[in-house]
Every structure is written in C-alpha cells, then in structure tokens.
C-alpha cells in the first residue's frame, strides 16, 4: 500500500489504525451504494482502503458474486462490521506496541532530554 | 481515539476546548448519531477521530424510508431496525453526534 508521509499520518492518527488491527479478521463491508462485501480483511491503509480475500459480494438487488480478490476504495464505505467479541481500544494498543517492537528504539543514552 | 502527544499539561485531555471534546465527554457512553441517508444509530461509542469516524458497540440502526400510497397520496414511514455487535462508521456518512435522546426530555 501507499507509504507517503501523509498515509502514514493517517495510519497512526485516525481510526484507520483499528482496520489496520484488524487484519487477518473476517470482516463485513457495507457499501454506500448498499452492497455487502463479506470477506477476510488481508490490507488496510491510512486512508482506509481495503483489500478483502475470499470474498462474496451481495448487491442491492440480492445477487452473490464471490471473488478471490477485492480492493475496496474507502470513501465507497459506509460501514465495516467488525467480528464481535474484539474490545476496540485493546486491538488498538496491542498494534501499536506490535509496531513500537518492530521499528528500533532510540537508546536512552541517546535520548535529549525534555525541556 | 488517536490523540497527538500533548503532555505539557498533564490533565489537557480533561478540558473542553472544541467541538470534538464535547464527544471525548460522551465516550463509553451511549449516544445516539444522525447519519446522512435517513439513517440513525444508537449505540457505545468506544472510539472515535478528527474525521468523526466511529466506533459503536451494541448498535442499532435505523432506517427511515417513506413510501407514497398511490391511491390517496399519504406518506407511509417505515422504519428498519437492525442490531450490530461492533461497527466500524466511516465519519463522512455522520451529521451529528448526541447523548441518546431521553423521553419526556
């Protein structure tokens, strides 16, 4: 996905960071032009864009088409149906120390102080 | 709710100063929220941003429809309920945000 500095902003300052939690998980995407997109969420970026797997499409008039593959573009959502027993702010601190491991940390030596 | 590191005051999260603060004060709270399309939703908010993307636990949603009798011309409103364990709402859909409206209030 997208790593512009504005993409990252986004990822680290909206809730957009709880869809990028929430990968891996099934997921149901309610379209704003009522389709239902049932899926397994595989990408999110800052902007919320998505990238299901798996996934059946349901349109407004009833039809189910399944794809292997869907890229949902974020401003068409409406809504994500989250799986239920997640607690919100649990998934999202659990990713954002997953990311403080990954990226390395200044040694405290190093550190300035703050004034 | 992704809050920027604002540590110089320590209880600068506790005051009121935007609009948006006035929904910091409605978090795990109830609170019912328009959304554009003839749709509302009541439910928990656990979290929220600057875009006013939301999200709600226990929700339902309800939608307004109007039907028009062909006949005599009378506006029918039917209302769909559905109930949501844990919602996702992307904030362009929201017009506003409130504490559920109470009977008799």
């Not at chain 1, 088409?65 to 068409?76: L, M, R, T, W």
């Not at chain 2, 005599?72 to 109930?83: A, D, L, N, S, V």
Request: glycine share 4%; proline share 4%.
């Amino acid at each position: 996905m997208a790593a512009s500095s504005r993409e990252k902003f986004y990822a680290n300052n909206t809730l957009a960071v709880l869809l990028i939690a929430m990968e891996n998980n099934n997921v149901r995407v309610e379209t704003k032009n009522e389709s239902l997109i049932k899926g397994r969420l595989i990408n999110c970026d800052g902007f919320g864009n998505l990238n299901l797997i798996n996934a059946t499409i349901i349109n407004v008039r009833g039809r189910k088409i399944k794809v292997d593959e869907i890229y949902i573009k974020a401003s068409s959502v409406r809504y994500v149906q989250l799986p239920n027993k997640i607690n919100p702010m649990e998934e999202i601190e659990k990713h954002i120390s997953r990311s403080k491991q990954r990226k390395p940390q200044m040694p405290a030596k190093y550190k300035k102080e703050k004034t | 709710m992704a809050d920027d590191e604002d540590q110089q005051q320590a209880p600068a999260s506790q005051t009121v100063e935007e609009p948006l603060d006035l929904i910091r004060l409605s978090l795990d709270e109830r609170v019912y929220v328009k959304m554009r399309n003839e749709r509302e939703l009541r439910g928990r908010l656990h979290a929220y941003d600057q875009h006013l993307n939301m999200v709600l636990g226990e929700v339902e949603e309800t939608v307004t429809a109007v039907e028009i009798d062909e006949e005599t011309y009378e506006e029918i409103y039917k209302q769909t309920k559905r109930t949501i364990p844990m919602l996702f709402v992307r904030g362009d859909g929201v017009i506003l945000v409130s504490p559920p409206l109470r009977a008799g209030a």
